[in-house]
């Protein structure tokens, strides 16, 4: 059913089996607007369907004024007294009756096949191909093989399935739409959508139900048979067929009878071969996912995602797997999110429980997470759903700023949904985090030193950003010294070590988080640059020069770390699975070894100290993390080893991560429940990326962490800062090294920074440190000292 090619190819020798939640383990198709998860049952199969639109349970009241609580939360810190000062704000909301609710996605239905089975099934294989987002379930009855396969088509927006067969038996299917299965939650109480109905005419399917708000959600689906016949009554049914295609549009909102019309007309419109529509939907998917390759040259390609997780399970993770996850990040990314529709959320388009955990848009760690390999993996578009979804909310994050704080500017909760980007989740480590907006331009910018669009700089970027120094500018106040104070401020999510106790423990509320400063400093640094280059809000450069200044420095403790809090009343906590602190170094550019190494060598002691916390409290993003930052380090094999911790413990059987080892195996945090978090797949795709290439505008660094075992190998084209793209092709034990770069944006001027093992080149001179670049690609040919390997 699939192309032979199998470097792409995830494969699973049985369907989905968690007795609890068997959505986890399905497979998943998305066009960035609606997902489809194939569970793969031969009998009975179950597809979940999802439309990225469809929320519930949200609660949004009027956010209370608490800001004239300030000042004593100020006092009470300023008096050593942050456990006082901790839950006051927090308090004065509750005080004025604040009553809010973060919403959650809603599945919006589950497509039921049955299909008889004369004899027991054999030959058993579910596939994902990541090239065109096409599941398949195959199997054989008898003498009879049987097929299903699915796509979600981006330019149809529709879920397309075929049903085939090889052999003397005819297809005979019941199809069914209907609500998801309501033994999908986690907690007692749920209201369940209500109305549900069914309708079956002819060829078509009419499926709708209603939300608690009481408007509809629903799906149309038809089928169109080969050799065959239906009959509708409870369902549809097929009898004598020999092949089956359905086409299936869905509805978040509306009245069902008109948007159940509305969706007859589209799929009227559209073809009636799946071979068309695939080919239609793989050529736009496709210019994505093959905008840049990673290739280790591996063996076992073929072998399913069992095999090669065993393999993974009794030591090192073999090249398939880390080829196969790298293209697996990347492919959730592009089938969960495109320019103008919602960001990826930490489900992805694929949510099948009606209480979802931290299925929301989490911006102290998770979104960014996602989303940067966007623009190293040479995907910059898929961004612009971040921005959009940004821009969207900014007169809530406007009054975020005003209520909590008295600020102008914006502030940006750390958790946000689509329904609302209010202030949700009162805990104090979620009130006094003040870094969303600052983290986020951070994006912003790097889209512009990416792309070299001045136009998203000038009328997207600098306006963004603006706002978020403007609420710096009201929020932080002057100490004796003249230097900035951030209280209340917060570490992600951390407590001081003085006022730890255990894992448990939450006393996040303190003063000069150095993740605040490290912040603010990027993002006026690169106001500052990005307003000259623009040309506007020139005269506020003054201004934000003013408030840099005042920035303190980061501060070194006595072991030699960069300490988590820039002030005396705060001890660090390395027991912690949160890096924030070490921002500067990673997300950020603004330190590193060549820029400032005594300070870059402190920042990777605070790294180092960070192992204290042991496998016990570690996570599957956090895992992701790590790899990232041990990349940037120049640790390539620390950081692979990461990602092999990260096989072994939060991956599951799909390779979709969840947030911990749900399996008592001693690595990541004890829970009740493992919650699905794609942050970590996507987090793998990123450090990847960061171990073959690093770049701020005007140098590049090629291999800065390649770990040992990749000894041969392609990878590109990746974009880096500056608007270049280079292309990698290697073979260690040959000593060879080939480069191809390019600027994306007329003529540039880099230096290349090579590996210390590059002796020569055969047809270019040896010196790099004024390599001209144009838009025509400039082939380099390197030798590598291979005794040195």
Known sequence: MHSMNTK????????ASWWRSLWREALPSGNGRI????????????????????????????????????PEVRRLLNKGLAPEADKLLSASLQEQGYSAKLA???????????????????????TLQMETGEVSVVWRDGETRYGRRLFVSRPADAVVLEIRKQGPQAIEAELRLQLHDKRDFRKPGIVFPENEEMLCTGDTIYYAAQQTDGSDFGAVARIITTGGQTDSQDGLTIKEADAVLVRIKLFARGDRVQEWRRLDEEIASMADSY??????????????FRAMEFDLAAEGRELSNEELLLKAYQGDAPDALMEKMWAYGRYLLISSSRADGQPCHLYGL?????????????????????????????????????????????????????????????????????????????????????????????????????????????????????????????????????????SPSNSPENTPGNYWQGPT???????????????????????????SLAEVYTDEIPAWREMLSRIPPYQISADGAVKEWMHPFFEDNDHHRHESHVYPVFPGTEVTRSSDPVLFDAFIRSIEKRLVIGLKQQSGWSLAHMANNYARMGRGDAALECLEILSRSCVMNNLITLHNDWRGMGIGVDMDWAPVQLDANMGWTAAVQEMLLFAVPGELHIWPARPTRWTKGK???????????????????????????????????????????????????????????TEAPLHLTLKLRTESL
């Open 350 to 486: 694929w949510c099948g429980d009606y209480d979802a955990v931290w299925a929301f848009h989490m911006v102290n760690e998770n979104l960014q997470m996602m989303y940067w390999q966007a623009l190293s993996g040479n995907m910059p578009e898929l961004l612009l759903a971040v921005f959009n979804y940004m821009e969207s909310k900014m007169p809530d994050f406007r009054l975020n700023a005003k209520q909590l704080y008295g600020c102008r500017g914006i502030f940006i909760p750390a958790p946000s949904t689509p329904d609302s980007g209010l202030l949700k989740h009162t805990s104090p480590h979620i009130i006094h985090w003040t870094g969303g907006a600052g983290w986020v331009s951070q994006h912003y910018y790097d889209y512009y030193l990416h792309t070299g669009d001045m136009d998203f700089l000038r009328n997207r970027a600098l306006p963004f950003m603006r706002e978020a120094a403007l609420f710096y500018k009201d929020f932080f106040t002057l100490d004796e010294e003249g230097m900035w104070v951030s």
């Open 35 to 70: 997902g489809a998860a194939v569970y793969g049952g031969v009998h009975e199969e179950t597809i979940l369907l999802n439309h990225e639109e469809l929320w519930w349970g949200g609660v949004t009241s009027p956010l209370p004024d608490v800001s004239a609580s300030l």
């Open 505 to 531: 423990t939450s006393m996040g509320t303190t003063m000069n988080a150095t993740m605040d400063f490290a912040i603010a400093k990027e993002l006026l640094t690169n106001l500052i640059q990005g307003a």
């Open 8 to 15: 792409h190819l995830i494969s699973m020798n049985y369907p």
């Open 104 to 126: 959650s996605p809603l599945p919006l239905g589950d497509l039921k096949i049955r299909m008889p089975l004369r004899q027991a099934f054999r030959d058993y294989k579910r």
């Open 275 to 288: 071979e068309a529509l695939l080919a239609e939907h793989a050529a736009e998917h496709g210019l994505l």
């Open 715 to 773: 990878a590109g084209p990746l974009l880096a800062r500056g608007g270049i793209t280079c292309t990698m092709d290697w073979d260690l034990p040959e000593g060879r090294l080939e480069l191809t770069l390019r600027s994306i944006q007329g003529n540039k001027q880099i230096v290349l920074i090579l590996p210390e093992n590059v002796i020569s080149t055969a047809e270019n001179p040896a010196d790099f440190h004024s390599l001209s670049l």
